[in-house]
C-alpha cells in the first residue's frame, strides 16, 4: 500500500511523517524456508503480462500441483510446499480458470492487478544510504513514559536471545542506534514472494520499516533514542517491493514461513496485505489469498511465533464494514460493498494480535481504525503534532504517526515478555499482554465506542504495559501472583484489593517483593500496607504529606517470614485527605 513521505529530511532531526492512507502502513517481505522448492530457471525470463497467483493445494499434493501449473501455461516461482502454497506465474488471462478445474487443485488466486514487475526476476538490491552521526542523547519520550517502557529498562532491557522480525519496508542495518542489535544472519528480503538472503537485501525501499525497527530495539546506548526492548535482536524482512513498496500476499506468505523457520518470537506487521484493503471469501482471487496468508501465519505460529499487526489508519469500524473505497490500489479503485466476512490482512487473522493508536494521553488516535471484538490492545501511535520518534536510514531520526507506530509498541512490550520465560507459548504471550494491559474506557462524547472500560472497541484490552512485562519476567514460573482489578480510592477512605495465593509451601520469604501500581493525584496523601492472610500488616510506605508527585509505580521489599504464604493477602491503601483521588489500578506478589 502506500506510504507516507516525509516533508522534510536533515541530519539528525526531527521529520514529520503522518498517515496518508486508508490502512496501517506497510512492511517488508519475508525470505521463504531453506526447504522451498527451487525459484524459476535461470532460462526463464520475464515477460509483459506476467500475473502472480496462489495456487494451493494439500502439502501432500504439491508436487502433483507443480506439475498442473506447468500444464496450464504457468510457471513454480516460488514454493512453500510444508502449506501446500505455490507462487506461480502466468501470462495466460485463463490460467486462473483453466488450474481451478484440475483435481488436487483446492484454490487459485491472482494475487494482483497489475503485472510482476520485471525487476522480480532479477532483483536490484537497495541503496545503501551513508550515514550521518549523531550528537543527540537519549532522552524521556512521551511514548515510552505513556507505557512504562522508561521504568521497565530499570528491571530488563529484554533477552538478547529473542529474535523480533520487523516484516516491512527494509531496515537500515547500519544504523548507528540499530546495528548493535541487528541480525544480518536471519535477515532477507521476501519481495515478489522467493526469499532473497543477499546481503543488503533487506535494507529500507522507503522509511517506514527503519522507523518501526527503532521503536521495537533501539539501542540503550546513549545516542538518539531507545527502544521498547533494546537488548533483543532485530531482524528485516523486507516485504515491500521497490517503487511501489506494495506488499502482496505472495510477500507475506514467504514472510511468515520465514519468520517460523528462522525462530521469530515475535513478528511485526504494520501494513495490509495490498492491493485489497479488504480481502473477501466470495471472490475466488481474494479467498486463496487469505487462505494462503492464514496458512502462513498457522505455520509460524506453530513454530512459537506471535504475530502482531497495526489495526489501519482509516478511522473505520472494523466490526461493522459497509463499503472499500481503496481497492485495488494497484490499479484502478473502485467502490464496493463489503461485509464482515471481508478481512484486513494480516491483521483480522486468527491469532494475530491487533493494535489501535493512542495518542499522547492515552486517547484513541483520530485516524486509528476500531472495532468491537477486534482490536485487542491499543498503544502510542502519535496524531496531530505529536508524533512518534524513532529511527530513519542514513544514521537520522524523524516522526512518523499512525498504527503503524502503536504496533511496534506491543511488539516490544511482547519481545520483553518472552525475554522473561523462553517457554512462553504464542498464546501465552498473547494473554500476557491482553492481562496487563491498562484499562482505557470508552470517552464519554463517542458514541461509537461500545464495550467496558475492561474491554471496549476503541482500546480492546486497553494500553500495553512494559513495566508489568518485566515485573512478572525475572520471578520463576508458579511464584508470581497478580491481581489487575481496579479498585477506586476516594477521599478519606481506606480501600484494599486482594490476591489469593496457592501452592507456595511454607512460610513467605524474608524478602517477598509487593509491586504496586497506583494512579493518585498528589500520593502525600497515602499510606499503603501489606495485609497478611493472618491479619498481621506491613507497612509499605506513609507518604510525606508534602509529596505532591502524582502516582505510585514501586515494588516494595518486605520481611514476611512470620506469616504463611498460602491465603488471602491485602494491599491496603489509605486515602488520609480531601481533594484527590484515584486509582489501584494492580498490585503483585512474587514469592
Request: aromatic fraction near 6%.
Amino acid at each position: 500500500m502506500a506510504l507516507a513521505t516525509p516533508t522534510a529530511f536533515a541530519t539528525a532531526a526531527t521529520t514529520t511523517i503522518t498517515p496518508t492512507v486508508p490502512g496501517a502502513v506497510s512492511a517488508p517481505a519475508a525470505q521463504a524456508p531453506t526447504t522451498q522448492a527451487p525459484a524459476v530457471p535461470a532460462a526463464a525470463g520475464w515477460a509483459a503480462g506476467t500475473r502472480a497467483y496462489l495456487v494451493i493445494s494439500a502439502p501432500a499434493d504439491i508436487a502433483a500441483a507443480k506439475a498442473a501449473v506447468a500444464a496450464k501455461g504457468g510457471t513454480v516461482f516460488s514454493s512453500y510446499d510444508q502449506i501446500g502454497v505455490i507462487v506461480a506465474h502466468s501470462t495466460s488471462a485463463g490460467f486462473a480458470a483453466a488450474l481451478r478445474t484440475v483435481t488436487g487443485i483446492q484454490q487459485v488466486g491472482a494475487t494482483r492487478t497489475s503485472d510482476v514487475p520485471a525487476d522480480a526476476y532479477s532483483p536490484a538490491l537497495p541503496a545503501n544510504p551513508a550515514q550521518a552521526a549523531t550528537t543527540l542523547t537519549e532522552s524521556n519520550r512521551w511514548d515510552m513514559t505513556q507505557i512504562k517502557a522508561d521504568q521497565a529498562w530499570s528491571v530488563s532491557t529484554g533477552s538478547p536471545s529473542v529474535k523480533v522480525g520487523v516484516l516491512d519496508t527494509g531496515v537500515d542495518d547500519q544504523h548507528q542506534d540499530l546495528a548493535p542489535n541487528f541480525d544480518a544472519a536471519d535477515s532477507v528480503s521476501c519481495a515478489y514472494g522467493k526469499p532473497d538472503a543477499r546481503t543488503g537485501a533487506w535494507r529500507d525501499v522507503d522509511t517506514h520499516g527503519t522507523h518501526v525497527a527503532g521503536t521495537i530495539a533501539a539501542a540503550k546506548n546513549g545516542k538518539g533514542v531507545i527502544g521498547v526492548a533494546p537488548g533483543v535482536k532485530i531482524a528485516s524482512v523486507r516485504i515491500a517491493e521497490p517503487t511501489s513498496t506494495l506488499f502482496y500476499a505472495e510477500n507475506t506468505v514467504c514472510g511468515f514461513v520465514w519468520a517460523g523457520d528462522h525462530g521469530f518470537k515475535v513478528t511485526n506487521n504494520s501494513y495490509y496485505t495490498d492491493p485489497w484493503q479488504f480481502n473477501c471469501p466470495n471472490d475466488l482471487d481474494q479467498a486463496a489469498i487469505i487462505e494462503g496468508v492464514k496458512r502462513a501465519q498457522e505455520y509460524a505460529e506453530g513454530k512459537g511465533s506471535l504475530q502482531v499487526a497495526a489495526a489501519g489508519n482509516a478511522n473505520y469500524d472494523l466490526a461493522n464494514k459497509t463499503t472499500d473505497t481503496e481497492s485495488p490500489n494497484d490499479s484502478t479503485k473502485v467502490t464496493r460493498t463489503i461485509t464482515n466476512a471481508c478481512i484486513d490482512i494480516p491483521t483480522e487473522l486468527p491469532g494475530v494480535v491487533t493494535v489501535a493508536a493512542t495518542g499522547s494521553g492515552s486517547g484513541k488516535a483520530s485516524y486509528s481504525n476500531f472495532g468491537r471484538g477486534v482490536i485487542d490492545v491499543a498503544a502510542p501511535g502519535g496524531d496531530g503534532a505529536t508524533g512518534v520518534y524513532s529511527t530513519l536510514p542514513g544514521g537520522k531520526y524523524g516522526t512518523k504517526s499512525g498504527t503503524s507506530m502503536a504496533s511496534p509498541h506491543v511488539t516490544g512490550v511482547a519481545a520483553l515478555i518472552a525475554s522473561s520465560n523462553p517457554s512462553l507459548t504464542p498464546a501465552d504471550i498473547r494473554a500476557r499482554l491482553a492481562s496487563q494491559a491498562n484499562d482505557l474506557a470508552c470517552p464519554a462524547s463517542d458514541s461509537r465506542c461500545t464495550g467496558t472500560t475492561a474491554d471496549n472497541s476503541f482500546f480492546g484490552e486497553g494500553q500495553v504495559d512494559a513495566l508489568k512485562a518485566v515485573g512478572g519476567a525475572t520471578q520463576p514460573t508458579g511464584t508470581y501472583f497478580e491481581n489487575t482489578a481496579d479498585v477506586a480510592i476516594p477521599d478519606n477512605t481506606t480501600v484494599e484489593s486482594p490476591i489469593t495465593v496457592t501452592g507456595v509451601t511454607g512460610n513467605a520469604p524474608a524478602t517477598l517483593k509487593v509491586g504496586v501500581d497506583i494512579k493518585h493525584t498528589y500520593r502525600g496523601d497515602l499510606v499503603l500496607s501489606l495485609v497478611a492472610p493472618d491479619g498481621t500488616v506491613y507497612l509499605l510506605e506513609d507518604f510525606p504529606n508534602s509529596d505532591s508527585t502524582d502516582n505510585v509505580a514501586k515494588t516494595y521489599t518486605v520481611n514476611a517470614s512470620a506469616s504463611a504464604a498460602n491465603g488471602t493477602w491485602k494491599l491496603r491503601v489509605k486515602d488520609g485527605a480531601s481533594g484527590d483521588t484515584g486509582t489501584i489500578d494492580a498490585w503483585n506478589l512474587t514469592f
